[in-house]
Structures are given as structure tokens and as C-alpha cells.
């Protein structure tokens, strides 16, 4: 069993829709949460970081962790063509390395 | 522009051959890492840096891989006798002194024919 579980996908929605996408994990020693936004052959763009349980807001895009139930989200609102891409969430112990999830394919159609 | 820079973008190379890939860091961040991507898959660890120190290395990075960081500056990341099975995107990142946020390249795509 992999630390980090993510949906492959694809995930399709028609522009505008709200779009969840989660991981969940094994590894509670996990402190610090992040979402990336990786396009076709490009490296990955760092959307979100989150420290702890709560919950971060950046424009469009909603971060949620829950490490009770060992669970993470990604919220985009108003979805646009331009969101689609993979989304992977990574995790991190303190300044080590991070563990990703296999990350979930978006597709945005207009 | 000041992020993390990778080169070279794309190397085609044959079985067997060596190839060396460079990464940049943001100037002022001391920690570096390398990571190993395959298609429909997140990127995995390989070793990081600190300054020049190399502080941890992947049982993923086999004998044949060696990464240095001289000066604590510039990372390369060396592979020798490469083998089919090594064609990925090879992924650096760099965080500050807290190592919290990484930031990453663009990536090296490595295709061994």
C-alpha cells in the first residue's frame, strides 16, 4: 500500500463546476500538505501549502486537511478550461523530503 | 528569471551511455532535491542536499546514479550505463531555510533508446 492514495482519474466537468479533488494517507507524522498543478511535460507549480488541520483559501482554489481521518482537498470553484492538468498532492515531514500521490488527471471542457 | 532552472530540457541518448543533467536552485535557498518521475505517476525521491552535504540518497538511486553539489551552488545528477528502464523526467526543487515550500524545475526528460 502506497502513503498516499490519489484517484487517477480523469475527472471530467464542463466549465464552471465546482471540482473536489483528495488524498488520503497512511503516514501520520505528515505535517506539512501540498497541492500541484503539473501540465503535459512541464514540472509542477506549487498551488497550495498547508500546515496542520483547517482549512486555506487562494481565489478559486481551497485547500482542506483533516488529519484525524487522514484525509486532504483540493476545492476549485468556477473551473476553468486552463485548470485542466494533473493535480497531485504532496506531504512532508519536517524538512524532509516529499511524498506525493500518483496524481489526478482534470479535464475542463468548455 | 529567478525559479529553479533544468538543462538540459530533453536528452535522447543509447543504452549504455553516460549522461549528466545540471540544476540551479533559487539563489538563496540551500536545500536542493532531486526527484524521478514516470508517466501517470507522482515524482519520487531520489537524495537531497544541504549546502554541499548530500544528507540522504533513495534506495530508488542505484550504484550507477551519483549526484554532487558542489559549493553548495549548482546540483548535477550523473547517471552511468543508462538502462531503458531509466527513461523518466528527472525533477529538482529547491527550498529556504525553513524547507517547507519546494519549488521545482522544469525537468530533465531522459529517453534511453
Known amino acids: 500500500q502506497k502513503e498516499v492514495e490519489q484517484d487517477p482519474g480523469p475527472l471530467s466537468v464542463p466549465e464552471g463546476a465546482i471540482v473536489s479533488l483528495n488524498c488520503t494517507y497512511s503516514n501520520s507524522a505528515f505535517q506539512y500538505f501540498m497541492w500541484y498543478r503539473q501540465y503535459s511535460r512541464k514540472g509542477p507549480e506549487l498551488l497550495m501549502y498547508t500546515y496542520s488541520s483547517g482549512n486555506k483559501e487562494d481565489g478559486r482554489f481551497t485547500a482542506q486537511v483533516d488529519k484525524s481521518s487522514k484525509y486532504i482537498s483540493l476545492f476549485i470553484r468556477d473551473s476553468q478550461p486552463s485548470d485542466s492538468a494533473t493535480y497531485l498532492c504532496?506531504?512532508?515531514?519536517?524538512?524532509?523530503?516529499?511524498?506525493f500521490g500518483g496524481g489526478t488527471r482534470l479535464m475542463v471542457k468548455p | 528569471d529567478t525559479g529553479v532552472s533544468q538543462d538540459p530540457r530533453h536528452k535522447i541518448t543509447k543504452r549504455g551511455q553516460n549522461v549528466t543533467f545540471r540544476c540551479d536552485p533559487i539563489?538563496?535557498?540551500?536545500?536542493l532535491y532531486w526527484y524521478r518521475q514516470t508517466l501517470g505517476q507522482g515524482p519520487e525521491f531520489l537524495t537531497y542536499?544541504?549546502?554541499?552535504?548530500?544528507?540522504?540518497k533513495s534506495r530508488l538511486l542505484s550504484d550507477r546514479f551519483s549526484a554532487e553539489r558542489p559549493k553548495g551552488s549548482f546540483s548535477t545528477l550523473e547517471i552511468q550505463r543508462t538502462e531503458q528502464g531509466d527513461s523518466a523526467m528527472y525533477l529538482c526543487a529547491s527550498t529556504g531555510t525553513a524547507n517547507t515550500e519546494a519549488f521545482f524545475g522544469q525537468g530533465t526528460r531522459l529517453t534511453v533508446v
Open positions: 542536499f544541504q549546502n554541499e552535504a548530500q544528507l540522504e
Open positions: 539563489s538563496e535557498h540551500n536545500r
Open positions: 504532496a506531504m512532508q515531514n519536517a524538512g524532509n523530503m516529499l511524498t
